[in-house]
């Protein structure tokens, strides 16, 4: 079992940037595809972003060019940097891990949750 814990949600206003982290307990980390997801009050949770094994990204065309996900092997942890942040990113923001060999979504294992409010 992966146990994914992720931080650095808070408060910010508009325009302004914050990093997410999530560590993940496994020894086996770099075996892992990994992402970053949200949910809106009212709304269904959403794919933000996703990074493979060997380090390819992918991202929904909310937020491409504005947040970038990265990981590091070393540390067993994935980022997830967002910038230019607007109100419509407020949502609570979880990881995800999957196996790279399964097909499909990350959505395996989930961290739980961090909070990120975009208001001035």
């Known amino acids: 079992q992966v146990q994914l814990v992720e931080s650095g949600g808070g408060l910010v206003q508009p325009g302004g940037s914050l990093r997410l982290s999530c560590a993940a307990s496994?020894?086996?980390?770099?075996?892992?595809?990994l992402g970053w997801y949200r949910q809106a009050p009212g709304k269904q949770r959403e794919l933000v972003a996703t990074i493979t094994s060997a380090g390819s990204t992918d991202y929904a065309d909310s937020v491409k060019g504005r947040f970038f996900i990265s990981r590091d092997n070393a540390k067993n942890t994935v980022y997830l940097q967002m910038n230019s942040l607007e109100p419509e990113d407020t949502a609570v923001y979880y990881c995800?891990?999957?196996?790279?060999?399964?097909?499909?979504?990350?959505?395996?294992?989930w961290g739980q949750g961090t909070q990120v409010t975009v208001s001035s």
């Open positions: 496994t020894t086996f980390f770099t075996r892992y595809k």
């Open positions: 995800a891990a999957s196996p790279s060999w399964r097909p499909g979504v990350v959505n395996d294992h």
